[in-house]
């Protein structure tokens, strides 16, 4: 049984750093693309970032780049998303997901498991 397991939300100040994790069990994820996706109240869920596991590859979302980094931890299955200089519109529940897939999708349908969400809230 795959589990996604997300955790580091919390509040945080504008221009502010958090750093969430995804600590991934139930089977070698060496095929599969780990995602990022967020989603505010009364929005769609949106792509964030990913990271194929193996190789390493990444992909952001134009809102995010050069403010947020993607990355991961072999040793400990477990993936990161650094965020820095975060801004109110940052706010939504984030997803963690993970997928079977040879580049980093950025569409929540090539996504199989999902975490329940961590919630990050950004003040002005």
């Known amino acids: 049984q795959v589990q996604l397991v997300e955790s580091g939300g919390g509040l945080v100040q504008a221009g502010g750093s958090l750093r969430l994790s995804c600590a991934a069990s139930?089977?070698?994820?060496?095929?599969?693309?780990v995602g990022w996706f967020r989603q505010a109240p009364g929005k769609d869920r949106e792509f964030v970032a990913a990271?194929?596991?193996?190789?390493?590859?990444?992909n952001y979302a134009d809102s995010v780049k050069g403010r947020f980094t993607i990355s991961r931890d072999n040793a400990k299955n477990t993936v990161y998303l650094q965020m820095n200089s975060v801004r109110p519109e940052d706010t939504a529940v984030y997803y963690c997901a993970a997928g079977q897939a040879m580049g980093v999708p950025t569409s929540v349908w090539r996504y199989t498991y999902w975490g329940q969400g961590t919630q990050v809230t950004v003040s002005s």
């Open positions: 990271i194929r596991w193996s190789g390493g590859d990444t």
């Open positions: 139930g089977r070698t994820f060496s095929t599969y693309a």
